[in-house]
């Protein structure tokens, strides 16, 4: 399971920086509603892209583009979703959640990412993705093909797709010579739908292809275990990878050469 309801915990700051906007940004012969926090045209902050999972943008998504205002980065959550619309009120039920999103085209959203990156660039931005678990998808199969972006970050992605669809027809692990930047990924030894034994062997093939990948497998944790909320089961592999997610950021995005 993904974040349907995001945490309890909510990021609070003083720092004006982190108020949420709604933007609209290109996308694939329409624009995409995106949620925008630090972004500012004139200032070209670093900034990252936030691919969200299959519940869409939901409260725990823009919690974290505050977050990462707060650090220095402007953050843009756009809705993936946008086509195929909201869930019904009150639909929480997996039937509704996976019936939008097996409506959801991955070929369309990797064309959405790839003008939000080119449109960023021309800001005079230095740019990233991150993703998680169906936007972690997006995320590798977008180091692949969008030259443009500096890096990306999965969390729980699926790096083998063994039942490909119309919607979604191509595996992450057979495009691994095509990586063009860094990947961070980190992934829960307990999460049988993504499975360690795949995120292994697309890391032993991203080695082999002499690609920048580093991925995490923590024990004793399952799917979507990201959390801010330090008394959680799963905080301290949150707390972990999160510390190594703005290490890898500012590095790869040169955020303290552009403050």
């Not at 823009?62 to 809705?79: I, T």
């Not at 869930?87 to 990797?110: C, D, K, Q, W, Y």
């Amino acid at each position: 399971m993904c974040n349907s309801n995001g945490d309890t915990v909510r990021f609070v700051s003083q720092n004006d920086s982190d108020t949420e906007r709604l933007v609209d940004m290109p996308g694939q012969e329409r624009t995409i509603p995106t949620f925008a926090y630090g972004y500012d045209v004139p200032d070209r902050r670093p900034t990252i892209i936030i691919l969200h999972d299959v519940y869409g943008a939901s409260q725990f998504y823009r919690d974290m583009g505050r977050r990462l205002a707060d650090q220095g980065f402007a953050a843009l959550l756009p809705d993936l979703f946008c086509r195929q619309g909201a869930l019904p009120v009150g639909a929480i039920a997996m039937e509704a959640v996976f019936a939008r999103a097996s409506r959801h085209s991955f070929p369309t959203a990797l064309e959405d990412i790839a003008a939000m990156v080119a449109s960023l660039r021309e800001e005079g931005r230095l740019v990233a993705v991150m993703g998680f678990c169906m936007g972690g998808t997006l995320a590798m199969l977008a180091a692949g093909r969008v030259a443009t972006f500096k890096a990306g970050v999965i969390y729980y992605g699926f790096p083998v797709n063994a039942n490909p669809t119309s919607n979604r027809p191509d595996n992450p692990y057979d495009q691994v010579q095509n990586l063009q930047v860094p990947l961070l990924g980190f992934f829960g030894a307990k999460d049988s739908g993504v499975g360690p034994e795949n995120v292994k062997i697309y890391q032993q093939a991203a080695k082999k292809a002499g690609k920048n990948v580093n991925f995490t497998i923590y024990p004793n944790v399952g799917h979507g275990f990201l959390t801010f909320d330090p008394a959680a089961p799963t905080a301290k592999a949150s707390q972990d990878s999160w510390t190594h997610t703005l290490a890898f950021l500012k590095k790869n995005l040169a955020l303290e050469a552009n403050s």
